[in-house]
T-cell receptor, first 114, second 108 residues
């Protein structure tokens, strides 16, 4: 299994509070991604990173920010959590984004915003 | 991203072969066909990918139509552990874009 960990694995928070999710990899892969998964929508890309301090927006980036200060860590921040951000969040990594590159996914973080 | 079409759900008996179809009529010449699956309460995992030729690995086989407008993921002997959502994704130089996939149920 690819060395990807996510923390916390479960979190319950209240509307309006800041939340930070962490993704940590031990594979030294260049690319890291954050997805969210909701019933009826499948996985949707929030943000991704193509190197330290290099990030780009995905399909559903509003309300989220990211940071990558080290190759191994990719942080997802909800500045002021809302109930619509209740979801399961998956981190993924890959060595590239080419047609032959495989993405490896973490175990997920279940976030509930009350 | 080019779009794929998959059935919402399929059912198979244990130890029988399963053929999961995917239509991608707008595929471009540089799009690779990827398959991922997501077991219950887990993140997606890679299954197989191909460009033009059929591919085999330890998990599955991928049969690609000659015109590349469709493909079929073949599980040779379904087990209960193969019950999952299977995603067919076209990829060139972008992060994976997931559709809703096919939910495969395996009956003992």
């Amino acid at each position: 299994d690819a060395g990807i960990t996510q923390s916390p694995r479960h979190k319950v928070t209240e509307t309006g509070t800041p939340v930070t999710l962490r993704c940590h990899q031990t594979e030294n892969h260049r690319y890291m991604y954050w997805y969210r998964q909701d019933p009826g929508h499948g996985l949707r890309l929030i943000h991704y990173s193509y190197g330290v301090k290099d990030t780009d927006k995905g399909e559903v980036s509003d309300g989220y920010s990211v940071s990558r200060s080290k190759t191994e860590d990719f942080l997802l921040t909800l500045e002021s959590a809302t109930s619509s951000q209740t979801s399961v969040y998956f981190c993924a990594i890959s060595d590239g984004t080419g047609g032959v590159d495989e993405q490896f996914f973490g175990p997920g973080t279940r976030l509930t915003v009350l | 991203d080019a779009k794929t079409t998959q059935p919402n759900s399929m059912e198979s008996n244990e130890e029988e072969p399963v053929h999961l179809p995917c239509n991608h009529s707008t595929i471009s010449g540089t799009d690779y066909i990827h398959w991922y699956r997501q077991l219950p309460s887990q993140g997606p995992e890679y299954v197989i990918h191909g460009l033009t030729s059929n591919v085999n690995n330890r998990m599955a086989s991928l049969a690609i139509a000659e015109d590349r407008k469709s493909s079929t993921l073949i599980l040779h002997r379904a087990t209960l552990r193969d019950a999952a959502v299977y995603y067919c994704i076209l990829r060139v130089n972008t992060p994976l874009v997931f559709g809703k996939g096919t939910r495969l149920s395996v009956i003992a």
